[in-house]
């Protein structure tokens, strides 16, 4: 799987109304890539693949702290209360490596 930056950088010369269209396209994508490889995983094997692959990013310095800010503000609004706060400590555990 790339990286989040690299993935949104893939076509950098496209102009303002194509970039949003390739955004779409690479999102809808993505969103499906990831979903084949969740498919039938328990929430902690995911969990632990999101937080083994953002730590990865984080040292290798290709996920900022605003990234996983954004990613929380994606994922927040999908979660109950309990989820929501695991998500919330794991995203401060990750800003601080």
Same mark, same amino acid.
């Given at each position: ?25 690479? &999102?809808?994508? *993505?969103?499906?890539? %990831?979903?084949? /490889?969740?498919? @039938? $995983?328990?929430? &902690?094997?995911? *969990?632990?693949?999101? %937080?083994?692959? /953002?730590?990865? @990013? $984080?040292?290798e ?8 800010d ?28």
């Amino acid at each position: 799987m790339k990286d989040f930056k690299s993935y949104s950088n893939e076509h950098p010369e496209k102009k303002p109304a194509e970039e949003n269209q390739s955004t779409y396209n690479n &999102t809808v994508e *993505l969103a499906k890539v %990831i979903s084949k /490889a969740m498919n @039938g $995983k328990s929430e &902690t094997q995911i *969990l632990h693949t999101i %937080i083994t692959e /953002a730590e990865r @990013g $984080k040292r290798e310095g290709t996920l900022s702290n605003a990234d996983l800010d954004n990613f929380y503000n994606a994922l927040a609004p999908l979660l109950d209360g309990l989820k929501k706060r695991k998500l919330r400590e794991v995203i401060m555990r990750l800003k601080s490596i």
